[in-house]
């Protein structure tokens, strides 16, 4: 089978620098990929590591440890506007098909 | 591409009632999958197709639930008969082919109240 383990809550002030980390394990990993889901929309991609490593795009910055089944997600100069929850995925390898599945999600709350 | 698109967006129904969720997956995308959240589950992944084909549905429920999918461009979720604890949002999302940077896209999801 497959789990993710993140924290389920996260609280930081603006301008400040959140790490949001997620454990893995599965039989058939085929990357770590993070969503973002603000309250009543749905999740939206933020990004995806194949590779050990840190993946950056603009604020937000994405490692992996393949060896460690660890990742996390670091977000820099929050903003009111990143409150939201936080999720990883994998996509988990199988005979047929690749599933995609999510952790419970780190609701992140940002205050001034 | 208009993206993922669902319907309804909302249903409120009685217990015992069938139910139907509608998707359709963005043009040219390999994968679709039917999620359920809820507070205290999170994002559960229900089934998923691969070109077309259900590949996984380990992660349905019960009998009452089915998912088909007769073409690329259309499927659906079927609750029969619903029950109040299937109150949740449920959500279709699509995707291609797994590989670097591919990401699945969500539809905005169908929000089931049973009553």
């Known amino acids: 089978g497959q789990s993710l383990e993140q924290p389920s809550e996260v609280t930081a002030v603006e301008g400040a620098i959140v790490q949001i980390n997620c454990t893995y394990q599965?039989?058939?990993?085929?990357?770590l990929s993070w969503y973002q889901q603000h309250d009543g929309g749905a999740p939206t991609f933020l990004s995806y590591?194949?590779?050990?490593g840190l993946e950056e795009t603009g604020r937000f910055s994405s490692f992996l440890s393949r060896s460690d089944s660890y990742g996390y997600l670091l977000l820099q100069e929050l903003q009111m506007k990143d409150s939201a929850s936080y999720f990883c995925?994998?996509?988990?390898?199988?005979?047929?098909?690749?599933?995609?599945?999510f952790g419970k999600g780190t609701t992140l709350s940002v205050s001034s | 591409d208009a993206g993922v698109i669902q319907s309804p967006r909302h249903e409120v129904t009685e217990m015992g009632q069938e139910v139907t969720l509608r998707c359709k997956p963005i043009?040219?995308?390999?994968?679709l999958f039917w999620y359920r959240q809820t507070m205290m589950r999170g994002l559960e992944l229900l089934i998923y197709?691969?070109?077309?084909?259900?590949?996984?549905d380990s992660g349905m429920p019960e009998d009452r639930f089915s998912a088909k999918m007769p073409n690329a461009s259309f499927s659906t979720l079927k609750i029969q008969p619903s029950e109040p604890r299937d109150s949740a949002v449920y959500f279709c999302?699509?995707?291609?082919?797994?590989?670097?940077?591919?990401?699945?896209?969500f539809g905005q999801g169908t929000r089931l109240t049973v009553v």
């Open positions: 999302a699509s995707s291609l082919a797994p590989g670097p940077g591919t990401e699945a896209f």
């Open positions: 995925a994998v996509r988990d390898h199988r005979q047929a098909g690749t599933a995609l599945i």
């Open positions: 599965t039989s058939g990993f085929y990357g």
């Open positions: 043009s040219g995308h390999d994968y």
């Open positions: 590591n194949a590779l050990d």
């Open positions: 197709f691969n070109n077309n084909v259900p590949i996984d």
